[in-house]
């Protein structure tokens, strides 16, 4: 107990000048020492070398995932940092052997569930432009990135394979039309609702567009702020509308069209909806309030699609997938960590230093990681370019184990790794992703 307190009591010295600068050399301060030895020594002894983050370079060192992953319906990757080749390009190799070993049928990502249906439409085998579909699979960026395109090729190749019992399939997970933090794009779900109607309930169709033609150009996080409160009420009535007649003539409008149509377009009215109350909850600071529990039942709903036998990979951003805890709001992990529990598996990143961008990227420079105490503990006790760490093992006691059950997030983390991740791989050096030619 003295030594627990003791450790808690550095945990808040430290946590205070991390979160700030040490105020004589303008860096970060260093956790105890006794806690980062002991978490090189255990990196050291712990770490899992894997040979490489391509794709399509065999899976004989991912094989020790199996036992971790075991019979889990859910296998969520989190990149640190968007846009980088190295964990684009993991998550093709990763995806890959859950595919072909572990037998996952879906990926589910972070990009806008309108957006993401050309790219699900691509890796069907169907007649789309490749670099339309190359870009929506991450909406948030206007530029399609190799990485991406490669993905979705490989699934499409894999759907043709004469051996291959079952399509995989692309979904995405996220709010539909967000761009740079906002939604300027948010409409596109409504439409995608709206010309569905036309042809199963032409009446309903020209109802709804009466009262919302001339509305829906502001149905984004800017124009939203601009409509009156019985303009955001005709908005919010004309969705509970289309939703009730979406579940009341459901059989019908199958029968009009298909299954996979209407579940299409339900779930963009659906999603119009988790649009319409985020806007509702919006404030200057924060334009996405309910992003994340949209995506957590997007996934969900998801699931539900794969059917019993369906298990999904997810991809998105580590502050998407973490499963506990979060300074600021939860997160995406934390929804699903309540309704999934063991069966789901969080794999959390985190890298070292970057490089320079390269030409033809949208961002110019990529800043280095900070120097995050813990992560370099365990860099310095791995000291492997790309190594996975099996966070289950980490010590139960000592000045370790104490750090960890603080419970503030470690110093240098938004998050406590023990407790948001299952595993988490390390990246010595990241580089900036590929633009598509």
Known sequence: MILRAIAIALISLVTTSVRGQDSGTGKPSLAPPAVMDEAAAWAAAHATLLATYEPATGFDDLQPLKRIIGSSSVVAFGEAKHDTHQFLALRNRLFEFLVEQMGFTALAVETGYAESLVAD?????????????ATAAFSWSSSPSEENAQLLDWMRSYNHRSSTKRPVRFHGMDLTGGRNGTFPEARLAFDGALQYLVTVDRERARQLHRVLDSLLDRFNTLGYTTLSEVERNEVSDALADMLRAFERE?????ARSSAAAYHRAYQNAVVARQLDENFRAQTRVDPQPRRDASMALNLRWILEQEGPSGRIFVFAHNSHVQKRPKVSRFADGQYLADFLGTRMIVIGSLFVQAAEARQGVESESMPSSPPLTLKIAFWKGGRKPLFLLDLAGLPREGPL????????????????????????VLVETVSPRGPLE
Request: proline content about 7%.
């Open 250 to 254: 459901r059989i019908q409008y199958i």
């Open 401 to 424: 184990a104490d750090w960890l059950a603080s419970s503030e997030p470690a110093p240098g983390f938004d998050v406590n790794p023990a407790k948001a991740f299952d595993l988490l």
């Open 121 to 133: 439409d691509y890796v069907l085998g169907r007649t789309v432009d490749r670099r339309k579909a």
